[in-house]
């Protein structure tokens, strides 16, 4: 490449800083990074509440869905101290809930996964929701997340 065609050492310029200008908006926000952990959390309390509703008309239960709790549970240090223990506990006696349903498809006993008593975590999942949606509220201004429309690249390339 030439370097004494000026029109080449703009174009060089002008692509390095439109990667650093990416680079530089990319970078999440603290609040935002926040705010998306506890919309996760909401939505994974909200599944698992409907799993609890629907667990005895199931003919195989379902597990419950831990996996936002297990990647964020050592990341909630900005919500209140009564959350974190709510979702603590909540969070405790789902994964419980899915040891026990665990040992018994490997003992292969239908009988058994109907007895377990997963009433008890209506009211820990209702606690926690409200706790979400109520810090959701007070720092984003609305509880669900804001609609993602489909991009150019998403409808060239195909997106999720």
Request: proline share 6%; charged share 25%; aromatic share 10%.
């Amino acid at each position: 490449m030439d370097f004494s065609d000026p029109t080449s050492v703009i174009i060089i310029i002008a692509v390095a800083s439109l990667v650093l200008l990416q680079f530089f908006l990319r970078r999440r926000k603290p609040q935002a990074f926040n705010a998306e952990i506890a919309q996760e959390m909401l939505m994974e309390v909200k599944l698992n509440e409907a799993l609890v509703e629907t667990y005895a008309l199931r003919q195989k239960p379902r597990r419950f869905e831990v996996t936002s709790w297990r990647r964020y549970k050592t990341k909630l240090d900005f919500l209140a101290q009564s959350l974190q223990s709510a979702l603590s506990d909540t969070f405790s006696m789902i994964e419980d809930f899915n040891a026990q349903i665990e040992s018994a498809r490997k003992v292969k006993s239908p009988g058994y996964v109907v007895t377990i008593d997963v009433g008890r975590a209506r009211e820990p999942l209702a606690k926690s929701k409200e706790g979400l949606e109520e810090w959701l509220l007070a720092n984003v201004g609305r509880k669900e997340p804001p609609p993602k429309y489909p991009s150019i690249f998403s409808s060239l390339f195909g997106g999720r």
